[in-house]
């Protein structure tokens, strides 16, 4: 069994994520070690008012973004969608994303990147 209080969970924060904008914080709920072999991460995300996390191309995998909290501006390859509370984006392996704060607030969001089964 795994368990951890909200406090205990691993901390880390990154600046200009990805070539993005800002310090994104990472709040890790679980290791990757500890997804099976399925995935390799599961976070809660923050990206402060005006950060954002850069373009990045996923490659034999996925990544689900689904918000809980801020506004923002979602790439996914070409297309650029508005994102908000309660939405889930995700992003299909060899596709690119990136997800800018445009809002005054905080943007919590939590992001699962899961194995597709088509790793080099």
């Known amino acids: 069994m795994i368990f951890r209080h909200y406090d205990d969970l691993k901390t880390q924060q990154q600046n200009n994520m990805r070539g993005g904008n800002g ?13 099976l072999g399925k995935g390799r991460l599961f976070a ?3 990206i402060p008012p ?3 996390i850069g373009p990045h191309r996923h490659e034999g995998e996925a990544e689900a ?8 501006r ?6 650029v969608l508005s994102i908000g509370p309660g939405d889930l984006a995700l992003v299909e392996d060899q596709n690119s994303h990136a997800i800018e ?3 005054d607030v905080p943007m919590k969001l939590i992001a ?9």
């Open 101 to 103: 704060n445009i809002g």
């Open 50 to 52: 005006g950060a954002s």
């Open 112 to 120: 699962l990147i899961l194995f597709t089964g088509n790793r080099a």
């Open 23 to 35: 310090t994104v914080t990472m709040r890790h709920l679980l290791a990757g070690e500890e997804m």
């Open 65 to 72: 973004y689904y918000i809980l909290q801020g506004t923002g």
């Open 74 to 79: 979602y790439r996914d390859n070409d297309d």
């Open 44 to 46: 809660e995300v923050t």
